[in-house]
């Protein structure tokens, strides 16, 4: 086994995979960019490597800082996490090259399974279904509307090197061809440092199901179980549980065989998910993700392995030590992602900022997995994963019971997050049935407005003045202010009330129509700009787009009208309540 292995991450995954080596006597080495100096997996870390200031390009994805990093420090191995630099086979075969030790699978295999589109010529060849899909990367918009012509809408064009809803667009008509092609290639790049990408036929009714396999280097292979992640936004996931409920046996069986056919024709060394969709009794390969997952401690609650431990045995060099025959599911676990994202209303806007505090539930079949402690800022540079709180249970029914009690308890100070979203979902009588899809979030749930930290003891609003939110505090009725003023006012619209323009702490208020101008929600990055001067537009047009936390968000115009000046351009870093444009006075 190694004495000292770098990881190649940063957040959740680079401390998940830094808990299991110290656990086992290996020493860990953290890289980080300038930005990321205090971040958590700094400190779990044995040790760090500064790579730098700027974007991810020039750290977190940069091959011959990382790889240098890894031998100067005496690493044995390079552990990649998931995202950034996990799925890119010139990385895998740089640390090789090197030598040392890439904790995942070969380069060859990577290539093979990792690139989205040559994985499903493997699929055809080991036997696998397949919903129909491009012959090859696509190059342009007219290539996706020869595919929707050809194979009917929607179509979804996706990251070739790339996972996690990240450089992936629906288009559902031809005249969307042209923006959804240009963004998924947009965000791809920045999120994986290639904007290579593909066309699927989407199919509307299905489920998402995904299944767990794991090889080693003396020919075993074998899968782990499944998992379903239908819940998506976005196509990001939210929430997924395993096992995958209401699947027959003989499916099981059926998706999990043709998982180990696949890694077996690539010879696949380490963790990997197949994922399919599924209609019915039938399967349908989807990619496979050559990396470990976001959600792999669902998998680890119901089997007991440590997913993580057993990536760094077979990188080892060592057997798997796990036969077919050996793989059993006990109960249910399911897993609520928790992102600095403010769900209210559903609009899962960017909320990046300092945690003023953070505390994790605690007690029986409770696991949570940490990216921040009290005191660290979520930065908007980076994805917004704050952690995931996982509950396990004997059945599903208890383990939806046992997340939703966890959520509740769940206190995350200073920023929004999806937690109560998470919680609406596990609640609604569809999830609790499965009567569900992976349109289903989007199509059918609606959010309310959610009110983290109104209470019976009062609260804090925060108003915006000059672009910037400031927090102030409210009083329930009775209450005596400063000097023996008369008692505050309760909120409009009662205790837990919203004021025009205001909004709870961790909150954004709602759109203000018609004042005339258009401002930044969040901090972030202009990456289009679709109005000039004198442009006549209408509410709901999307007149800017601005990526934050590695996503694309769209800015709308709030009312009719005539622009009268823009005062951002494609490039600019913007803060929150920046104005972009502003539009001509009636009448004026």
Known sequence: MFDKILVANRGEIAARVMRTARAQGIATVAVHSEADAGAFHVRVADEAVDLGPGPASENYLNIGKIVEAARATGAQAVHPGYGFLAENAGFAQAVTDAGLVFIGPSASAITAMGEKVSAR????????????????????????????????YPVLVKASYGGGGRGMREIKSADQAHEGFAAAVREATAAFGNGQVYCERYLVNARHVEVQVFGDSHGNAVYLGDRDCSVQRRHQKLIEEAPAPGLSDDLRRRMGESAVRLARKVGYVGAGTVEYLVEGDDFYFLEMNTRIQVEHPVTEQVTG??????????????????????????????????NAEDSSGGRFLPSPGPIEALTAP???????DAGYESGDEVLPLYDSLVGK???????????????????????????????????????????????????????????????????????????????????????????????????????????????????????????????????????????????????EVTSGTVLFVLEAMKMENPIQATQDGIIAAVHAEVGQSTPSGTLLAHFEKVGA
């Open 121 to 152: 010529a493997v699929a055809v060849a080991a036997d696998v279904p397949l919903a129909p899909g491009s012959d090859g990367p696509v190059e342009t918009a007219d290539e996706v509307i020869a595919f929707g012509d050809r194979h009917g």
């Open 305 to 338: 392995l440590d997913l993580v431990a057993l990536q760094l045995t077979v990188a080892a060099g060592e057997p798997l030590g796990i036969r077919q025959d050996d793989v059993m599911i006990t109960g249910a676990a399911i897993e609520a992602r928790i």
């Open 362 to 368: 605690e007690g029986e079949g409770l696991r949570w």
């Open 389 to 535: 709180l996982i509950a396990t249970a004997p059945t599903r029914e208890a383990a939806i019971d046992r997340l939703r009690a966890g959520l509740s308890a769940l206190r995350v100070d200073g920023i929004s997050t999806t937690a109560p979203a998470a919680n609406h979902i596990l609640g609604a009588d569809a999830f609790r049935a499965m009567e569900i899809n992976t349109l289903w979030l989007e199509s059918s749930v609606e959010f309310p407005e959610f009110d983290e930290e109104a209470d019976n003891e009062g609260g804090r609003y925060e108003v915006e003045v000059g672009g910037r939110w400031y927090r102030i505090p409210f009083f329930p009725e009775g209450v005596i202010g400063v000097a023996g003023a008369a008692a505050a006012p309760t909120a409009p619209g009662g205790p837990n009330g919203r004021s025009a323009g205001a909004k709870r702490s961790g909150g954004r208020s709602k759109k203000k129509v018609g004042d005339g101008t258009v401002k930044a929600p969040m901090q972030g990055t202009i990456v289009k700009v679709n109005v000039a001067a004198g442009d």
